[in-house]
DNA sequence: ATGGTGGTCCAACCA
């Protein structure tokens, strides 16, 4: 089962380099984040034109996220409980015996945003969802554009970074709390290169320089963890004409 | 030291 994540930067742009990477790579699962388009614009028709089925959490502009799976999908939420967020950012669904959450964190600006207070407590909540989560099923993936780069190691250079938005303490501390459910970094379970980063901004020629970071995750359960066979970024898209200025993340597990 | 580029949608916001 090979299930895999990419932050788009909008669906309708890049709806050919989706079919192009799904139809080289053939995922059984693929999230997206920041499809950028109403769910009633998801390209339905596309998607089962090449043998998938998919559900879409979507919003004008900004944010929206949807899954692409071989298999149908069940029992959706597309709320964080109690959170009350109009933003679209998640969707939970289940894929026979997995259950899929798909995230699109906020990114939180700069430390002194208010985005960034709506970014560490979406986290909390996130966090309470989780653990509700993690006691109904036992083969849980939660995946997505973390917008957190959990290490230094994930950094093209930490001491230019700091710990500026995407790096600082008290978001690593909500992803720590995270990993503190048994949720498992699964790219790390692997002996990995040095510099593999999964987001280079447009600006200033950072996939040129790899200046990028690592911050779309594949989180698992502790018993889907142990059936993970392999993760790596897939780079080749970030280098195609008019590219997402995210990679797509794959982990391949023995499940299936 | 500030601004880079790109998407949405056409002025300004988000990343």
């Known amino acids: 089962m090979k299930l895999a994540t990419w932050n788009v930067n909008s669906l309708t742009v890049r709806l050919p380099q989706v079919l192009e990477w799904m139809q080289a790579v053939k995922p059984d699962v693929l999230v997206l984040q920041e499809i950028k388009q109403l769910t009633e614009a998801f390209p339905l028709d596309a998607i089962r034109e ?37 933003q679209r950012r998640v969707l939970a669904t289940t894929i026979n015996d997995l259950r899929v959450i798909n995230l699109y964190v ?3 600006q700069s430390l002194e945003s208010d985005k960034y207070r709506y970014k560490l407590g979406w986290l909390a909540a996130l966090r309470d969802f989780l653990a509700a989560e993690l ?3 036992e083969y849980l993936a939660v995946l997505g554009d973390f917008n957190i780069a959990p290490e230094d190691r994930d950094v093209y250079d930490p001491a230019d970074w700091g710990d500026d938005v995407l790096c600082s303490a008290p978001e690593r501390a909500a992803l720590q709390e995270l990993i503190k459910l048994g949720l498992v970094d699964v790219f790390r379970q692997f002996e990995q290169p040095e510099k593999i ?4 901004d447009y600006r200033a020629a950072r996939f040129r320089r790899n200046a990028g970071l690592r911050i779309d995750l594949i989180l698992a359960s502790p018993a889907l963890a142990r059936l993970c066979t392999t993760s790596y970024v897939d780079r080749e898209p970030r280098s195609w004409e008019r590219p997402s200025d995210h990679a797509p993340v794959v982990a391949e597990f023995s499940l299936w």
């Open 50 to 86: 090449a043998g998938f089925h998919a559900l879409a959490n979507g919003q004008k502009t900004y944010n929206g996220v949807a899954t692409i799976s071989r298999w149908p999908l069940n029992d959706p939420v597309t709320e964080i409980p109690a959170l009350g967020d109009a």
């Open 197 to 200: 980063f999964s987001w280079w």
């Open 106 to 108: 906020p990114n939180g």
């Open 135 to 137: 006691k109904d099923h």
